[in-house]
């Protein structure tokens, strides 16, 4: 995989391609996975060949055990070097070890709004290929989704598109307000 190119490229999974490399041994040869709760435990739980095998419920995931996940997947050999855990708490993890959590702002309404993680996968992608690297950039995908979704006031109703819309507007603000507190 990925073997035959010049310069490697950097290699992200988000879903379907999470669940693909842990089924077919590969999670390792990756560089960052983009999970949510239910997918990491997934990957946690080493005797699950499908998800609908995990030992827990991938619905019923408490969310105050994603650390407990996130070491589990690592211990596992079912993670690559670097993850961005997706959630109520967002998570930026580097060779197992946590070493961010955004909380903030807390728009529990976006949980529920269908291609969120999509943008923050999106975002991290276009970061790290325009040559953040994968901690700041995945820093900044999680804290510009969250100030998006501020910013167009979601509600159960709200499409996607309309926090896409924001995007722009927030990782600017995002990557000033990093930029003024490193001044």
């Known amino acids: 995989m990925a073997d035959y190119w ?3 490229p950097f ?7 999470i669940l693909i490399a842990k089924a077919t041994g590969l999670c390792e040869r990756f560089d ?27 619905f019923e995931v408490d969310t105050t055990q994603v650390p407990s996940l996130i ?31 955004v909380d903030a702002p807390n728009i529990p309404v976006m949980e529920a709004i269908g291609g969120t993680g999509d ?5 991290v992608s276009v970061l790290i290929s325009g040559g953040f690297e994968p901690v700041r950039a995945s820093l900044i ?29 927030a990782i600017g603000k995002v990557i000033e307000e990093a930029r003024d507190n490193t001044s």
């Open 71 to 101: 070491a589990q997947a690592y211990g596992s050999h079912n993670s690559p070097r670097y993850m961005l855990v997706k959630g109520p708490v967002d998570y930026v993890v580097d060779g197992g070890k946590v070493l961010h959590q």
């Open 32 to 58: 960052l996975f983009t999970p949510d709760a239910g997918e990491l435990a997934f990957l946690a739980d080493q005797d699950a060949g499908h998800p609908a095998y995990v030992k827990a419920s991938l």
């Open 11 to 17: 290699l992200i999974a988000d879903a379907g391609a």
């Open 6 to 8: 010049e310069k490697r």
């Open 119 to 123: 943008t923050i996968t999106g975002m």
């Open 141 to 169: 995908a999680l804290r510009a989704n969250r100030l998006a979704g501020l910013l167009c006031d979601p509600t159960p109703a709200t499409r996607v598109f309309e926090i896409v819309d924001r995007l722009g507007e």
